[in-house]
Nanobody
């Protein structure tokens, strides 16, 4: 079992920044593909960003490219999502997710992931 604990959400004005963190409970973290998804009220959960096991490959949804950066620190079992130039449409609950024991590519479909965090609220005011 893998536990994922997100932190760093909050309320920010449009144009501001936040950094989300997600700490994993297992030391095998370096073998995980990690992802961030988000879900706004009344909408389906959507893919935001993903990073492969080494951090050498990343992929983003078009709407956040150039504004968000996903990164990881395998020594700390933690993945980050740096969010800059936030807009009201970025308001959502953000979820961290992990696909274990995968040294290959990254994934953008929520069905490809094994474990999910509880989510952290990000609210961007206009």
């Amino acid at each position: 079992q893998v536990q994922l604990v997100e932190s760093g959400g909050g309320l920010v004005q449009a144009g501001g920044s936040l950094r989300l963190s997600c700490a994993a409970s297992r030391r095998t973290f370096s073998s995980y593909v990690m992802g961030w998804f988000r879900q706004a009220p009344g909408k389906e959960r959507e893919f935001v960003a993903t990073i492969n096991w080494s951090g050498g490959k990343t992929y983003y949804v078009d709407s956040v490219k150039g504004r968000f950066t996903i990164s990881r620190d395998n020594a700390k079992n933690t993945v980050y999502l740096q969010m800059n130039s936030l807009q009201p449409e970025d308001t959502a609950v953000y979820y961290c997710t992990a696909r274990i024991n995968d040294f290959g590519r990254y994934y953008t479909n929520n069905n490809d992931y094994d474990y999910w965090g509880q989510g952290t609220q990000v609210t961007v005011s206009s």
